[in-house]
């Protein structure tokens, strides 16, 4: 079992940077898939960025991320990071930390684990 914790959100303008970071107690964690979503108000909760099992592993974004976050991960120190550059209003959003007992997802369904999520807000 994973139980993983979300920290790093905050306020930011636009423009700027952030860095969420996610911890993961468990010593399995190497073999889960870790993946960031995030639930903006009014809207469902989407996928954002995930990684492989492997540090330095497979990595894949939205759309609408790519090119400006990177998502990575430690697993000496069980833990994910998802660095955030070049925020926009419309990134704001409550981000949650999720783990998937598979190598690989991108649907959410397909994650066991998730954050209580941290809250992020890009002022224009």
């Known amino acids: 079992q994973v139980q993983v914790a979300e920290s790093g959100g905050g306020l930011v303008q636009a423009g700027g940077s952030l860095r969420l970071s996610c911890a993961a107690s468990?010593?399995?964690?190497?073999?889960?898939?870790m993946g960031w979503f995030r639930q903006a108000p009014g809207k469902e909760r989407e996928f954002v960025a995930v990684?492989?099992?492997?540090?330095?592993?497979?990595?894949d974004y939205a759309i609408a991320v790519k090119d400006r976050f990177t998502i990575s991960r430690d697993n000496a120190k069980n833990t994910v990071y998802l660095q955030m550059n070049s925020l926009k209003p419309e990134d704001t959003a409550v981000y949650y930390c999720?783990?998937?007992?598979?190598?690989?997802?991108?649907?959410?369904?397909?994650?066991?684990?998730w954050g209580q999520g941290t809250q992020v807000t890009v002022s224009s």
């Open positions: 468990g010593r399995t964690f190497s073999h889960y898939a």
């Open positions: 999720a783990a998937a007992g598979r190598p690989w997802s991108t649907t959410q369904d397909e994650y066991d684990y």
């Open positions: 990684i492989s099992w492997m540090s330095g592993g497979r990595t």
